[in-house]
């Protein structure tokens, strides 16, 4: 069974701070999502990395993934109060089409 | 807009009633899924449908059920509701090829059972 793990669940930092957010999952896969999802709101598709090695870069976020490590990382870097959301990585399970969906991690940046 | 879309937005009723919560998917999608999401929680899959044949089930209650109807159109029905049911409730939908670009969500629907 594919499992999907985040770390951390939380994180409050500072403007202006660098720090990454960690996905590990349990069996291979070469496919990787990272949605973003602000309180109350729908989940919004931010990197989809569909290869060893594929680095995603938008803004201030950037990701990254290690099919041999099973992991990938988003990278904050530089932080800003509008990264403020709860952040999910999923994997995609070729044995029936679905992604498996880690428990996300709350971002506070504060001012 | 995500093209998936969902109604109602919102919905409170009494424990014990039905609901129906509607998804339309983006076009030229084939599958649809529905996700539970409580308070500061995570997504619980409930339940897939691929071109109107169920595909995979979550942990969705025996007191939940879903279609998705030939217009590609899909409904989840909970009843016999209990508070323990209010949460967001999200469709997502995807094409063949969703490894390559994975779901796209609808805005949900809140339930709020009182």
């Known amino acids: 069974e594919l499992k999907v793990e985040q770390n951390p669940l939380f994180l409050s930092m500072q403007e202006g701070k660098n720090y990454t957010i960690y996905c590990n999952y349990s069996t291979t896969s070469d496919r990787l999502y990272w949605y973003r999802q602000d309180p109350g709101k729908s989940l919004e598709s931010l990197f989809v990395?569909?290869?060893n090695g594929a680095v995603k870069q938008e803004g201030r976020l950037m990701a990254s993934l290690d099919t041999k490590a099973r992991l990938s990382t988003l990278h904050i870097t530089a932080a800003v109060h509008d990264l403020s959301a709860t952040y999910f990585c999923a994997v995609f399970m070729d044995s029936n089409y679905q992604l498996i969906w880690g428990a996300g991690t709350k971002l506070i940046i504060k001012p | 807009d995500s093209g998936v879309t969902q109604t109602p937005k919102h919905l409170i009723t009494a424990t014990g009633q039905r609901v129906t919560l509607r998804c339309s998917p983006r076009?030229?999608?084939?599958?649809v899924y529905w996700y539970q999401q409580s308070l500061d929680q995570g997504l619980q899959f409930l339940i897939q449908y691929y071109n109107g044949e169920e595909r995979a089930k979550g942990n969705i209650l025996e007191r939940f059920s879903a279609q998705q109807f030939p217009d590609l159109h899909s409904e989840l029905n909970l009843s016999s509701l209990e508070l323990g049911d209010s949460a967001l409730y999200f469709c997502?939908?995807?094409?063949?090829?969703?490894?390559?670009?994975?779901?796209?969500f609808g805005s949900g629907t809140r339930l709020t059972v009182v």
């Open positions: 997502a939908s995807s094409a063949q090829g969703a490894r390559v670009s994975g779901y796209t």
């Open positions: 076009s030229g999608d084939l599958s």
């Open positions: 990395l569909l290869s």
